[in-house]
T-cell receptor, first 112, second 117 residues
Framework: DVKVTQSSRYLVKRTGEKVFLECVQDMDHENMFWYRQDPGLGLRLIYFSYDVKMKEKGDIPEGYSVSREKKERFSLILESASTNQTSMYLC???????????FGQGTRLTVV | AQKVTQAQTEISVVEKEDVTLDCVYETRDTTYYLFWYKQPPSGELVFLIRRNSFDEQNEISGRYSWNFQKSTSSFNFTITASQVVDSAVYFCALSDYSSGGSYIPTFGRGTSLIVHP
């Protein structure tokens, strides 16, 4: 069974903290994505990666960075968490041939 | 400009009713892909269907059916005889080459479907 696993389901962090959200996939997929989901706004792309050490900005990269040192792992980093980054974060992976993306269960991050 | 529009924010029906979720998309590419995903209360998005721009055949899978019409740039999703388990947020997505130079899916804002017993 294919799997995308996000390290935490719920996370509470303080303003100014550095936050790491981890995502691991076991399908040998080249593409990995980080989306942010907010009520009424749907899913918005933060960053994506199409290969190890490769990354591209999505629609809302400000305040975020990413790391992909191994094919199976894609990390989202909030350099200095702020309250407006309180949101649901979804990781996904896919193969490059424009097939469907497989999603993790999401991390609900609250910044206080 | 929004590339995928799901105009219905929330739909509420009673069990056994049929319901159609609308999706209108915008692209200049001739090759593109459309998707529907379901997000139950547990949070994980589940893939339902993919359709490429060259295949306008409608598809039926059990109680689910999809109507793809290039002439109106729409890819609507119908659930027949809805059930409480269909309650979820449904997302339509478009993947075309103009999405930053790669085929990256762009999602609509989602339609929340509530099916009452």
């Amino acid at each position: 069974d294919v799997k995308v696993t996000q390290s935490s389901r719920y996370l509470v962090k303080r303003t100014g903290e550095k936050v790491f959200l981890e995502c691991v996939q076991d399908m040998d997929h080249e593409n990995m994505f980080w989306y942010r989901q907010d009520p009424g706004l749907g899913l918005r792309l933060i960053y994506f990666s199409y290969d190890v050490k490769m990354k591209e900005k999505g629609d809302i990269p400000e305040g975020y960075s990413v790391s992909r040192e191994k094919k199976e792992r894609f990390s989202l980093i909030l350099e200095s968490a702020s309250t407006n980054q309180t949101s649901m974060y979804l990781c996904a992976s896919s193969i490059p041939l424009n097939t469907e993306a497989f999603f993790g269960q999401g991390t609900r991050l609250t910044v206080v | 400009a929004q590339k995928v529009t799901q105009a219905q924010t929330e739909i509420s029906v009673v069990e056994k009713e049929d319901v159609t979720l609308d999706c209108v998309y915008e692209t200049r590419d001739t090759t593109y892909y459309l998707f529907w995903y379901k997000q139950p209360p547990s949070g994980e998005l589940v893939f339902l269907i993919r359709r490429n721009s060259f295949d306008e055949q409608n598809e039926i899978s059990g109680r689910y059916s999809w109507n793809f019409q290039k002439s109106t740039s729409s890819f609507n999703f119908t659930i027949t005889a809805s059930q409480v388990v269909d309650s979820a947020v449904y997302f339509c997505a478009l993947s075309d080459y103009s999405s930053g130079g790669s085929y990256i899916p762009t999602f609509g804002r989602g339609t929340s479907l509530i099916v009452h017993p």
